[in-house]
């Protein structure tokens, strides 16, 4: 059976503070506790499958009020960068908001092997209208 733990974070690469000129990184990750780094999951104790067969975890991003308006979806790999096997799968949206304000989402992580195992996380972060302590260099 899966021991997994779920996480979301939202953030900006390089920068501490998000502004609603930036693109700004959700992601969403499954994590197997059990397992070791370069180890994935194996496949399924199923005695009813005529096959063997490895589950999968699917990803649902949606609105953080309502938690019914979709906002993303997609099925999540346990590999690397490299191609490897992990014990990690993660989603990254990479989005601007172009508006500053409170910003909530809700995601909802589903295996298609295992009833009940199903996680939820809620993301909230805070979008601020610039950042005066930023510095941006000069370009031409």
């Given amino acids: 059976m899966p021991v997994v733990e779920v996480a979301a974070e939202a953030f900006v690469e390089g920068e501490a503070t998000m502004t609603m000129i930036d693109v ?11 397992l070791a780094a370069d180890q994935a999951p194996g496949y399924v104790h199923s005695p009813n499958f005529p096959y063997l067969k490895r589950q999968q ?21 346990f590999r690397n960068k490299e191609g490897k096997d992990c014990n990690t799968a993660t989603i990254e949206i990479k989005q601007r908001f172009g ?17 009940g195992f199903d996680k939820e996380v809620d993301l909230k972060f805070t979008v601020q209208e610039e950042d005066r302590n930023r510095v941006i260099p000069e370009y031409s």
């Fill in 57 to 77: 975890w699917f990803c649902i991003v949606t609105d953080g009020m309502t938690k019914e308006i979709v906002i993303a979806c997609g099925a999540m790999e």
């Fill in 24 to 34: 700004i990184n959700l992601k969403f990750q499954v994590k197997y506790t059990h």
């Fill in 99 to 115: 508006k500053p304000g409170q910003f909530s989402f809700h995601a909802i992580f589903k295996c298609d092997s295992y009833v």
